[in-house]
């Protein structure tokens, strides 16, 4: 039976793949016969995230973290031609302006932006993204939807959106496609480093989904759309996916 959102046949890397979106992401890929790579700095989680994917030879794990320089040259070196990409390691860093400091300003642009541009540079480079792919970024409502204390985070995922748009033109002339999802708030392991009081958070957020909170499943849907041929007339365009969210 012909389906268009099948990945059969495609090889997709995933980064921030040891948990989370990025787990679900690449779970579920592989589930529509998606080849998948997945790469993240816990190693024992990158093995419980592969132990979850659907039975395949064509699955690899690359530990690595990507907000290393010689690490990430070693993951473009390791990296197979690729059909589709999501970019979905990220942290978060809340405190307010004043209060920012040096390490923590570093930390974040260089997981949450630097990273993945260095990647795709390299990867295009080593011409190891194949003519038609799909490159999927995962941004985030807090580009447009901000909260105090936020800033840092705000401001890495609106760099993340203005530099995909960029690369999906640049990419157009080879048929590679670019673009955006911008989730609400999914329950996730990113609030454990993230100075943020969970309870009290949740307790916040709960209140504000019209639609209740999300899975992880609902942006790997979303994900699997655009890294598909059904999307292959899609590209530069931002996706928001926030259970109605943004409505208010």
Same mark, same amino acid.
């Not at 990430?72 to 302006?97: E, H, Y």
């Given at each position: 039976?012909?389906?268009?959102?099948?990945?059969?046949?495609?090889?997709?890397?995933?980064?921030?793949?040891?948990?989370?979106?990025?787990?679900?992401?690449?779970?579920?890929?592989?589930?529509?016969?998606?080849?998948?790579?997945?790469?993240?700095?816990?190693?024992?989680?990158?093995?419980?995230?592969?132990g979850?994917?659907?039975?395949?030879?064509?699955?690899?794990?690359?530990?690595?973290?990507l907000? +290393?320089?010689?690490?990430?040259?070693?993951?473009?070196d +390791?990296?197979?031609?690729?059909?589709?990409?999501?970019?979905?390691?990220?942290?978060?860093k809340?405190?307010?302006?004043?209060?920012?400091?040096?390490?923590?300003?570093?930390?974040?642009?260089?997981?949450?932006?630097?990273?993945?541009?260095?990647?795709?540079?390299?990867?295009?480079?080593?011409?190891?993204?194949?003519?038609?792919?799909?490159?999927?970024?995962?941004?985030?409502?807090?580009?447009?939807?901000?909260?105090?204390?936020?800033?840092?985070?705000?401001?890495? +995922?609106?760099?993340?959106?203005?530099?995909a748009?960029?690369?999906?033109?640049?990419?157009?002339?080879?048929?590679?496609?670019v673009?955006?999802?911008?989730?609400?708030?999914?329950?996730?392991?990113?609030?454990?480093?993230?100075?943020?009081?969970?309870?009290?958070?949740?307790?916040?957020?709960?209140?504000?989904?019209?639609?209740?909170?999300?899975?992880?499943?609902?942006?790997?849907?979303?994900?699997?759309?655009?890294?598909s041929?059904?999307?292959?007339?899609?590209t530069g365009?931002?996706?928001?996916?926030?259970?109605?969210?943004?409505?208010?």
């Amino acid at each position: 039976m012909f389906n268009p959102y099948s990945l059969q046949g495609k090889k997709i890397l995933v980064t921030g793949a040891s948990s989370g979106i990025g787990a679900g992401i690449a779970i579920d890929a592989s589930k529509m016969g998606g080849d998948i790579v997945i790469t993240g700095r816990n190693e024992e989680r990158l093995s419980d995230t592969l132990g979850s994917l659907a039975a395949s030879e064509g699955h690899e794990v690359i530990c690595a973290d990507l907000s +290393k320089d010689e690490e990430l040259q070693r993951l473009s070196d +390791k990296l197979p031609m690729l059909d589709g990409i999501v970019l979905c390691a990220g942290i978060i860093k809340t405190t307010p302006v004043k209060n920012i400091k040096d390490d923590a300003l570093y930390e974040i642009i260089e997981t949450n932006i630097l990273s993945s541009i260095k990647l795709i540079r390299n990867l295009l480079k080593k011409k190891k993204i194949a003519k038609g792919a799909s490159i999927v970024f995962i941004s985030s409502v807090s580009t447009f939807n901000v909260k105090i204390g936020n800033s840092l985070y705000s401001a890495t +995922k609106g760099a993340v959106n203005s530099f995909a748009k960029a690369l999906a033109l640049e990419m157009a002339k080879q048929s590679i496609r670019v673009n955006c999802i911008q989730p609400g708030f999914v329950p996730s392991q990113i609030l454990d480093k993230s100075g943020i009081e969970a309870d009290q958070f949740l307790k916040f957020y709960a209140e504000r989904h019209p639609l209740g909170f999300g899975t992880r499943d609902d942006i790997a849907y979303a994900c699997i759309y655009l890294l598909s041929d059904a999307a292959r007339w899609v590209t530069g365009s931002i996706f928001t996916i926030d259970g109605g969210y943004t409505l208010q």
